[in-house]
């Protein structure tokens, strides 16, 4: 009978990845906000398999169940849906605070909501990392430098914002994320740690990201022309999202307190750019250029000498390697999106 069961077992399919085993010493609760996201559901990922317990708040705005849904039903994951202008009281020990959509067209959908979600939202978060003694994490960008007069940016750059532009809402809305951060710490001694992140791509962005990964991934796979803004002289860095989490993981885990940027140094024109996706997928894709979009930063590279020195982390995913899988990626999306509109 034993031996019976033992391959009746075996046959079962395996229902969740294997997580490894903490003991409550060791094991940490962690809230991570918009975790349903592109980047949120990819930490979700590796602080499960590190064996904690994960919280995730999600209003599913740009993220999606899908992207978690591999963890639904596990013992120590737990999705909620909620929006963070709203308060959130839970007991937690670390928070990522990722809320926010992230791309262009999005964050410019609602200004006045994307505003709400990096002021008040971020406000609740310092608020619940007050109350429960919490380190938070905060997600801020490479947007604070604007369209940066200074080359590569370093964190000891200030920016060049335009606060009534089209991208003040997250531009501002972050470095108000920000202030609010240091001004909690000055206040209210909070454990704060604050990631400037630099593009980032990846397997699970969404298809209607709108970003320029995802358009030109997207254009190239179905022999459309790859749309270039303006001249495609702008430049820009790209990291691949496994190399960001890990730097986010990393940050959280140091001591350190000030703003880290995390991105990959390796800088393209977006002409550059879309040529090598075009050769990468093939195809009959053309390369237009269309009209330039307001208050577009020229050029942007991460100085990344502090996550170096303080975190011991720098990016490892070469651009190649990262866009195959993300061009993998986008065609199995491709093909389920197909089968559904067939139906
Ligand atoms: P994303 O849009 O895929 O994920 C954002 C998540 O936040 C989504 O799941 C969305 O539903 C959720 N969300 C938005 N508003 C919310 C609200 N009010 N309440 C609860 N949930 C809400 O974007 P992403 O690329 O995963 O970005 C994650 C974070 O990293 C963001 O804070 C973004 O500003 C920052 N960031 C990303 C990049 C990048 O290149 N991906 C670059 C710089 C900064
Ligand atoms: N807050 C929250 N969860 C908590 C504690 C606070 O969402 O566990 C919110 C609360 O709604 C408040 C905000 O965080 O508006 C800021 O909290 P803080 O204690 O700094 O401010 P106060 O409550 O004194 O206005
Ligand atoms: N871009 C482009 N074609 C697209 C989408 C974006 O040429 O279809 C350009 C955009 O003008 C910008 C760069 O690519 O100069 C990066 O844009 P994205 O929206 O990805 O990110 P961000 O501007 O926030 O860095």
Redesign the pocket.
């Known amino acids: 009978l034993e031996q019976k069961v033992t391959v009746l077992e075996s046959q079962i399919p395996k229902k969740y990845p294997d997580v490894k085993f903490l003991n409550y010493k060791r094991k940490k609760k962690i809230l991570v906000t918009g975790g349903a996201g592109f980047v949120g559901s990819h930490l979700v990922d590796k602080l499960m398999l590190n064996g904690h317990e994960v919280v995730v708040a999600d209003n599913f705005f740009t993220g999606r169940k899908q992207n978690v849904e591999h963890w639904i039903g596990h013992q120590n994951f737990e999705l909620l849906h909620h929006d963070i202008v709203n308060p959130l009281y839970i007991e937690v020990d670390q928070i990522y605070h990722l809320a926010s959509p992230a791309?262009?067209p999005h964050y410019m959908e609602n200004p006045v909501k994307t505003l709400k979600t990096n002021t008040i939202g971020t406000i609740n978060m310092l608020g619940l990392a007050k109350r429960v003694n919490a380190t938070i994490l905060i997600a801020s960008t490479?947007?604070v430098y604007g369209d940066p007069e200074v080359h590569p940016q370093s964190e000891m750059y200030w920016g060049h914002v335009n606060p009534i532009g089209p991208r003040a809402c997250y531009d501002e809305g972050k470095r108000v994320a920000e202030t609010l951060t240091y001004s909690y710490v000055k206040m209210e001694h909070v454990q704060v740690r604050v990631a400037r992140i630099f593009?980032t791509y990846g397997p699970r962005m969404h298809m209607n990201d709108?970003?320029?990964?995802s358009?030109?991934i997207l254009q190239a796979l179905q022999g459309i022309d790859?749309?270039?803004?303006?001249s495609?002289g702008?430049t820009?860095s790209f990291q691949y999202v496994s190399d960001l989490v890990d730097g986010l993981a990393a940050l959280m885990e140091s001591n350190y307190t000030l703003p880290v940027n995390l991105g990959n140094p390796t800088e393209h024109t977006?002409e550059e750019f879309?040529t090598i996706i075009k050769q990468l997928v093939g195809g009959n894709s053309k390369i237009m250029h269309v009209a330039?979009?307001e208050d577009?930063?020229q050029k942007?590279k991460p100085d990344i000498t502090r996550a170096k020195q303080y975190l011991n982390w720098e990016p490892k995913v070469n651009l190649t390697k990262g866009l195959k899988k993300t061009v993998e990626y986008f065609k199995q999306e491709l093909k389920l999106f197909k089968s559904d509109t067939n139906k």
Not at 210 to 213: E, I, S, W
Not at 226 to 230: A, R, V
């Open positions: 791309s262009p490479s947007e593009n709108g970003r320029v990964v358009n030109f790859l749309t270039i803004y303006g495609g702008q820009r977006i879309a330039a979009v577009d930063p942007r």
